[in-house]
């Protein structure tokens, strides 16, 4: 358990810091119009919701789900219509009325103005709800730490040790949702009947529109674009910009290139094996459309494709999913044709691949040299000008 603190403390602090993540952004509307005006019964019950639903689907489940081939993305969507129809009651007060007269328990669904009496014992559940929508909208936007959990839950089925981890997680990330939450309870503390009335209102269309982006995926697109707008650390540091001076670390021969084992689908290329491409430098880069740092990454991979491809340079893109609604294989054709991305992509949706290389993390980076050894790795982001170099010099030997 004394070795697990670490990991805990980190998992914790990820959680916190995933508030500012582009993808969380629709949670806040989420937030903030669940938790308005509302008693105290309806916050809790919204943390117990999301802790509840992040938990059960990242790591509970996860195996479960992969067995029986089903995927997030249909829980996701309706999360979306909960989340929308809970904004249409808030926006509109007839829609509300009549909720109230005919839906048998939903007697004060929205407390009047300033109401916080927490004596209605159905708060707790509407709240509950209204947080397990969250949890379905936040999946996506977990760290490396909840891959890792997410991955071996997948393959090895739930753990101990990764549903403490999960928890931690979601502690972390409660800690910000908790203050966007009292914020909300409190927005209509001091404020006439009739302001108050304009707030909620406004809450609730927030929330009908973050539902609509979730629904039309307009919320992955605009992920993608402020990802792609905002440089990340390397650039801003200038320690990703070009350099042809760069020398490449020592490269050892960490031995064959395994080969490439149960892909189900190819993008961008018919099938092909490392042995086809004996003779060529490969880069065999692990991935998955929805990792943010995948995101920053991929710029780089494709430059280096686009400016070494005459010289024998070949990259295979190994997509291995790390939430269910990415091994769909139209979500995955969809994400490569809006990144551009020209190289092959392999679909490792079984993670045979990913087991067969040992990888532990998303984005990982092999360098293969033209015999079919691998000659250089590693994980994450950064030391660009350092990989390129490497390329360079798989180049520059005889074949």
Excluded at 281 to 305: D, E, M, R, S
């Amino acid at each position: 358990m004394l070795s697990l603190l670490p990991t805990l403390l980190c998992a914790f602090l990820a959680g916190v810091l995933t508030i500012l993540a582009p993808c969380t952004l629709p949670v806040i509307p989420v937030v903030l119009g669940g938790a308005a005006g509302a008693g105290r019964r309806r916050v809790l019950g919204i943390f117990v919701g999301f802790a509840t639903t992040f938990l059960v689907l990242t790591v509970a489940v996860a195996s479960v789900m992969r067995a029986l081939d089903v995927t997030s993305d249909a829980l996701r969507m309706l999360a979306a219509i909960v989340v929308g129809a809970m904004g249409a009651v808030l926006a509109v007060p007839l829609l509300a009325r009549l909720v109230e007269r005919y839906v048998p328990g939903a007697t004060g669904i929205l407390e009047a103005p300033g109401d916080r009496s927490d004596a209605q014992p159905d708060g707790l559940w509407r709240g509950v709800v209204i947080g397990g929508a969250i949890g379905l909208i936040w999946a996506p936007c977990v760290g490396p730490l909840m891959a890792a959990v997410i991955v071996t839950a997948v393959t090895q089925g739930p753990t101990v040790d990764g549903l403490l981890v999960a928890t931690a997680y979601v502690i972390g990330a409660s800690v910000p949702l908790a203050a966007i939450a009292i914020f909300g309870r409190n927005a209509l503390r001091g404020i006439s009947p009739s302001n108050a009335e304009r707030l909620r209102r406004g809450f609730g269309v927030a929330m009908i529109v973050v539902a609509l982006g979730v629904l039309t995926r307009l919320d992955v697109r605009m992920q993608a674009e402020l990802t792609a707008a905002v440089p990340d650390m390397q650039v801003l540091v200038g320690g990703a910009q070009p350099d042809p001076t760069a020398e490449p670390p020592p490269l050892e021969d960490l031995g064959p290139a395994p080969e490439l084992a149960g892909i189900t689908d190819w993008i961008n290329s018919p099938p092909t094996t490392l042995a086809a491409l004996r003779g060529k430098v490969v880069l065999v880069h692990f991935w998955t459309f929805g990792c943010i740092n995948c995101k920053h990454v991929q710029p780089y991979v494709k430059a280096w494709y686009d400016t070494y491809e005459d010289d024998g340079f070949v990259v295979l893109s190994v997509h291995t999913p790390e939430l269910s609604f990415e091994r769909d294989i139209d979500n995955v054709r969809r994400a490569v044709a809006d990144a551009d991305v020209r190289y092959p992509v392999a679909v490792d949706e079984d993670y045979r691949t990913w087991r067969a290389w040992h990888n532990r993390v998303w984005p990982a980076f092999y360098f293969v040299d033209k015999q079919g050894h691998i000659r250089y790795k590693k994980g994450g982001e950064g030391g660009y000008a350092t990989s390129e170099a490497v390329i360079r010099a798989l180049l520059a030997e005889p074949a």
